[in-house]
């Protein structure tokens, strides 16, 4: 069989590669459609010759309207995910410290304008975020790094050790159109 020359590999290699989609503006903002509700602040990093600051919230800011009522924070480990998971009263408002975070959202809300979408959010301490879940949104949280996670919470809600308001759903479920890949993890 003769070997194709140079050009015509090229040319057809070419044509069954994929163009990049835009995935960012001319100021670097993400293009990505949010599902609905979804709020997200880029926070500071204060560095000097100590160490640094991060100011993870501020009422002043305006980016939440519900008031800061309780914190906590998780970990994840990697190669792990913590999910599905479904708050019907509240929101969570996270905050990255360390690590790398895949947060998956999927937006099963009947009455919502994005109602069947799924966002996956890339969360990384090279840029501090804030970001929040609304209520009634499956969400999960996948360690996509090689140390533990370090998230902190800022809950709309003050959590009820007799009854949390959080329902679950197996990483598999067939109810969800999402797949992760080679992790560990349950509900």
Known sequence: MPMPDSEDIQDRLIAA????SQSVDASGRSTRALVHGVKIRDL????????TVCEMFDPRWAWHEDPLVFVYHFTIRPGWVKGWAMHQCHEDRYCLLQGEMKLVMYDARPDSPTHG????????????QLVNVPAGVWHADENIGNKDLMVVNFPTIQYDHAAPDK???PLDTDLIP??????KGEQ
């Not at 979408?117 to 501090?128: D, H």
């Open 17 to 20: 590669a994929v163009a990049d």
């Open 44 to 51: 500071t990093l204060h560095t000097d010759e100590r160490g």
């Open 117 to 128: 979408q799924v966002n996956e959010i890339y969360l990384s301490e090279q840029r501090r």
């Open 167 to 169: 329902i679950r759903l």
């Open 178 to 183: 999402y797949r992760f890949r080679d992790v």
